[in-house]
């Protein structure tokens, strides 16, 4: 086996694995916000008037439970730090293949792929950048986060 067939051949179980990975983490979290939907219907059915549902959602657990119906889950720090994340692994795989192409330790066709993940990784570093600019811009960072 050449090492053209040897990077197709680990390239194919890769994308099985990231499609295998896609598949089940998005059944997952299909199921989960199914069995929130269900427990807040019952939760809500439980109220016998509006006024009993006004006085409930005017505190403090009532603020918190309506804004669990509206607000996407995780937090804006956790969805700017996970392209963080990736943009720094593609960024440093990539280099480390051009590093090694240009020392004449890989072939030719490896700078094919450093060029690909440097390009990918800094396009996550980007979007991280924009997404923070966003968040901040439209008020969603909470002003004193220091976890």
């Known amino acids: ?14 994308m099985i694995g990231w499609v295998t990975w896609v598949v089940f983490s998005s059944l997952r979290r299909y199921k989960v916000a199914r069995v929130q939907a269900d427990v807040q219907k019952a939760f809500l059915s439980r ?21 669990s119906l509206t607000q996407e889950s995780g937090t804006p ?12 692994v593609l960024v440093v795989f990539g280099g480390t293949l051009l590093v090694l192409r240009t020392l004449g330790i890989v072939d030719q066709d490896r700078l094919i792929f450093g ?27 909470e002003p004193n986060f220091r976890h």
Do not use: P
């Not at 109220?47 to 403090?60: G, N």
């Not at 396009?123 to 600019?133: K, L, M, R």
């Open 47 to 67: 109220f016998d008037s509006v006024q009993d549902l006004l006085t409930y959602v005017e505190t403090e657990a009532g603020k918190k439970f309506l804004n």
């Open 77 to 88: 720090y956790g969805h700017i730090m996970e392209c963080v994340r990736w943009g720094i």
């Open 115 to 141: 060029i690909v993940a440097v390009v990918l990784g800094v396009g996550f570093e980007v979007a991280a950048a924009v997404s923070y600019f966003l968040y901040r811009a439209l008020g969603l960072l």
């Open 1 to 14: 086996m050449n090492s053209n067939e040897l990077v197709a051949f680990c390239t194919f179980i890769c």
